[in-house]
């Protein structure tokens, strides 16, 4: 990003080095303090060209009355204000303040997708925390939403802008009608004016949990004027995936802030919250990935990249025994789930090039802090020669026993093609798309924010969650391996089982199995991306890793029923 104004020295001290962002009320620049020799973060409050002169200083003189009072505030989760400039003559306003490097909570959700109950509590109460010592000294901040919530990897969640809210906070601030602030989590006082207290701070607290846990805000309507009046007017939709947290986000959103629950009662439902999460048997929606975005690199720096690794093309589906047989050899899920013809191996090509035992779990120490990433290998075999797509040729399909000795129950479905879903479940599609997945009886359908929804199991916690982009990169296993990296350094007992590349009938495609530890449960999850046609697409499936085993065998099925559409 480039801005002019970079190299700007401001109040003779603070030298303005690059942007790192804009919003509403001005650009966020990362600067240098000549004086003390740190960095810092100053905020250039430019106030649209639209506000009439006089309400343009009424304005700036509150902003630089309010963010002297934020200046005296002293708190782990506050972002501090260090200094207030006022420069009459362009008109702005500059406020220096602690330059804190974390995503955003609003970043956060859109990287890794939503947040536990029990992790969005956690997150809430350290909010609290900056709002209760805010308004103990008289300050509202009126702007509390994910983009001001900070998310560091390490130590408390920190509330920024406090100082420049008193702007951004109010509906309108012109005669001329203009809208500034952010209606989707203003409270109902604000659009109507009626109000401005420290209520208004407790509901933008319930709509930013809302959002942490549900992927979108309680009441966006996609312009201004609809989101106010659906603040005003409308209830807020029941959250999906709250939990424990449920009730806490329901008393945050009461529209009457005579009746809206008080700092306290936030605390102590948001602590009862963090409890009842941990003892919950409940494991989703948890903090998984969003599908990975690469840009495209040259067909050369490609094959570089994946130079090295074995591109299968193998079967379609096993019987449960053969489940068991490739996990232990080590080949994953790609043997269930490659073929570009639909048809089972023979039992050598299971077997091929793999010894029993190479792909046990290593065992290790559980991650601390952001470092120790653990992933288990399989032991390196020789290479062995393996036809190329050109010239592979497919295989008769074959019937084979179950581990109990029946015949295979499911249709293999047309080579190539997706199998029909089993008698019972539905099909969800996605509507950009066309694309679709079967899911079992009982589950039902939570749409997530923009391109995700989950395909969820109301009893267990289990889900599929189906995401997509229409800008797909073009490694998987290179994308996962990225977001391998940043989903360790976010997530307790991490641990990356594998990633690996294979044919998903035809498409490029890769599986990335881990485990890690959520809301007081192990978690196990499977993360199939792919590119088919135009879209790439992520089934990411997790269930408790107790149960995994024996939920392996219906993620199997619900791949084997998804179809990329035409």
Do not use: C
Not at 4 to 30: C, F, H, I, K, M
Request: cysteine-free.
């Amino acid at each position: 990003m480039s801005e002019e104004g970079s190299g700007q020295l401001v109040g003779g001290r603070y030298r303005l080095a690059e942007p790192l962002g804009r919003g509403g009320v001005g650009v966020v620049w990362r600067a240098i303090d000549e004086l003390l020799q740190r960095e810092v973060a100053v905020k250039e409050i430019r106030f649209p060209a639209s506000i009439p002169d006089r309400e343009r200083d009424d304005v700036r003189a509150r902003v630089m009355r309010e963010a002297r009072a934020a200046a005296r505030l002293s708190h782990p989760s506050v972002t501090a204000v260090y200094d207030v400039i006022a420069d009459a003559d362009a008109g702005t306003a500059f406020l220096v303040m602690e330059l804190v490097r974390a995503p955003s909570l609003a970043e956060l959700v859109r990287a890794e997708g939503t947040l536990s109950p029990q992790r969005a509590a956690t997150i809430g109460l350290q909010v609290l925390d900056a709002l209760q010592v805010a308004h103990g000294a008289g300050i509202v901040h009126r702007d509390v939403k994910p983009s001001n919530i900070m998310v560091p990897a390490s130590g408390p969640a920190k509330l920024a802008d406090f100082g420049i809210a008193s702007v951004a906070g109010d509906v309108t601030i012109t005669t001329t009608g203009l809208i500034l602030g952010s209606p989707s989590f203003m409270a109902p006082e604000q659009a109507n004016g009626s109000a401005s207290g420290p209520p208004v701070d407790l509901w933008g607290l319930g709509a930013s949990l809302y959002f942490a846990v549900e992927g979108r805000p309680p009441f966006d309507r996609g312009q201004p004027l609809p989101t106010l009046s659906a603040v005003l007017h409308e209830p807020h939709e029941p959250p999906a995936a709250a939990g424990a947290l449920a009730p806490v986000i329901d008393g945050l959103l009461e529209k009457d802030f005579r009746r809206r629950l008080t700092a306290e009662q936030a605390r102590r439902r948001l602590q009862e919250a963090t409890v009842e999460a941990t003892d919950h048997t409940d494991v989703s929606p948890s903090t998984t990935m969003r599908l990975p975005h690469r840009a495209a690199r040259a067909p050369a720096a490609a094959a570089a990249a994946t130079t090295g690794r074995r591109r299968r093309s193998l079967p379609a589906m096993l019987p449960i025994a053969g489940i068991l047989l490739v996990a232990a050899l080590g080949l994953g899920l790609a043997a269930m789930l490659g073929s570009r013809d639909g048809t089972p191996p023979d039992e050598g090509q299971v077997a091929e090039g793999s010894q029993p035992g190479e792909g046990d779990a290593q065992q290790g120490n559980s991650r601390t802090g952001g470092s120790g990433r653990k992933r288990d290998k399989p032991a390196p075999t020789e290479a062995t020669e393996e036809p190329t797509e050109a010239t592979e040729e497919p295989t008769e399909a074959t019937e084979e026993p179950t581990e109990a000795g029946e015949e295979p129950t499911e249709p293999a479905g047309e080579p190539g093609r997706p199998a029909p879903p089993p008698d019972g479940w539905q099909t969800f599609t996605v509507e950009d798309t066309g694309a679709s997945v079967a899911f079992p009886p009982g589950w039902e359908v939570v749409p997530r924010d923009g391109t995700r929804t989950d395909l969820r199991d109301p009893d267990s916690g289990t889900y599929m969650r189906v995401d997509y982009t229409d800008d797909p990169g073009d490694d998987p296993v290179a994308a996962w391996e990225e977001q391998s990296e940043s989903f360790d350094a976010r997530h307790d007992n991490y641990r990356e089982i594998g990633i690996e590349p294979f044919d998903f009938r035809g498409d490029d495609a890769a599986l990335w199995e881990y485990t890690y530890s959520d809301g007081g449960a192990d978690l196990h999850a499977y993360n199939l991306g792919l590119v088919a046609g135009d879209y790439g697409y992520a089934l990411n499936f997790q269930t408790r890793d107790e149960d995994f085993d024996d939920n392996r065998d219906l993620f199997v099925q619900m791949v084997r029923t998804f179809d990329p559409g035409d």
